[in-house]
């Protein structure tokens, strides 16, 4: 059975054998994060010792499925990124550690602590020969930039014109009830960070691997930017919004294109 274009309804560390070893070219999992949400089972619920030992296990089953210029984000919150990034850097190269300000507006907030308000997005790679494609993802500066930079110094440079790299630290709002792109998941995240994910790491008629495709954003994007994709969700109801959203966005890609094809 192929798995090029197709999502399935099962855990992931079940699943991962349908998958080749170094076959994908990028993995973006974003796991729970082991802060008790509700995910209609228990994925979220474990204790530490039980949490970084899971975590470990599909790392192990999941990394050796990236070709050799492969690359892995992990989405993490702080509380156990430290623990995390640790393992993974014993078997690939970390290249950023990009924070995500999720700009929750300020609202009384924590008061034995500083709020926390960011994501931790660990970049790994497999080599030092891995895909990256700053030009896709350069973020264009805005007129009056360009017009500060009229000195004849910067006449003529690339680099104005081209955008800037969008840095480490990216600020950019979580997804709000009432806005059209939200599904009907706690954790979703933006199409925009998946995006720039996808644009800058994983090249034309590549692979894009989510084992825990939560409302299936990595899905959207991947077709939204014409490159394939594979990925597991153990819930079946967010499974089946899935390929509700799939279809709901057809008007945003060339649906026709894509097969989509589910299994338990
Ligand atoms: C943090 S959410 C992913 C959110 C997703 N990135 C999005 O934008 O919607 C994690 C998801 O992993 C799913 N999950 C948990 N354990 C799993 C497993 N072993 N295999 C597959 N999916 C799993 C949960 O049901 C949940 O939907």
Known sequence: MTYKNKIFNENCLDGAIKIPEKAID????????C????YGNNSDKMQSEEYLRWTYKWL??????LKEDGSLYIFLSWRYSPEIFTYIKKKMLMINEIIWDRRVPSMGGSTRKFSSVHDNIGFFVNSKNYYFNLDKIRIPYDEEVKKARTRTIFIGKKWLELGYNPKDLWSISRIHRQEKERENHPTQKPLEIIDRLILASCPDNGIVLDPFLGSGTTIISAIKNNVNYCGFEINEKYFENIEKRIKNNSNMFN????????SL
Not at 60 to 65: G, R, S, V, Y
Not at 255 to 262: M, V
């Open 26 to 33: 990028l993995i973006i999992a974003d796991p729970p994060y």
């Open 35 to 38: 802060l008790g949400k509700d």
């Open 60 to 65: 192990d089953i999941f990394i050796p499925k």
């Open 255 to 262: 649906f026709n294109n894509f097969e989509i094809e589910c």
